[in-house]
């Protein structure tokens, strides 16, 4: 499974940006498919994913300002970002597991900064 993230950059404190992530597969057949970021100096966090269901969960810290979304004609994964706060700062990568295998994509970076 290749995943190719982008749509990071720069942006002010209470703005909006929204990441893409194409999937090599149907978004379908994976389980789950999510977004994590990690801050300098910080471990991977998870932001928020999909399960095989169609059900999603979310970090407390983005709950009501984040949004995932998928659209599998595209076969890309989104996140939809709000209220970006300079703390939300990290490089975001997409994620997938299939078939007991878990795959990465290179990050795409965004920062809140005015």
């Known amino acids: 499974v290749q995943l190719q993230a982008s749509g990071g950059g720069l942006v002010q404190p209470g703005g909006s940006l929204r990441l893409s992530c194409v999937v090599s597969?149907?978004?379908?057949?994976?389980?789950?498919v999510a977004w994590y970021r990690q801050a300098p100096g910080q471990e991977r966090e998870l932001v928020a994913r999909?399960?095989?269901?169609?059900?999603?969960d979310y970090a407390d810290s983005v709950k009501g300002r984040f949004s995932i979304s998928r659209d599998n004609t595209r076969k890309t994964l989104y996140l939809q970002m709000n209220n970006l706060k300079p703390e939300d700062t990290s490089v975001y990568y997409c994620?997938?597991?299939?078939?007991?295998?878990?795959?990465w994509g290179k990050g795409t970076l965004v920062t809140v900064s005015s």
């Open positions: 597969r149907s978004i379908f057949s994976i389980n789950p």
């Open positions: 999909f399960f095989g269901t169609g059900s999603t």
């Open positions: 994620y997938a597991r299939y078939r007991a295998v878990d795959y």
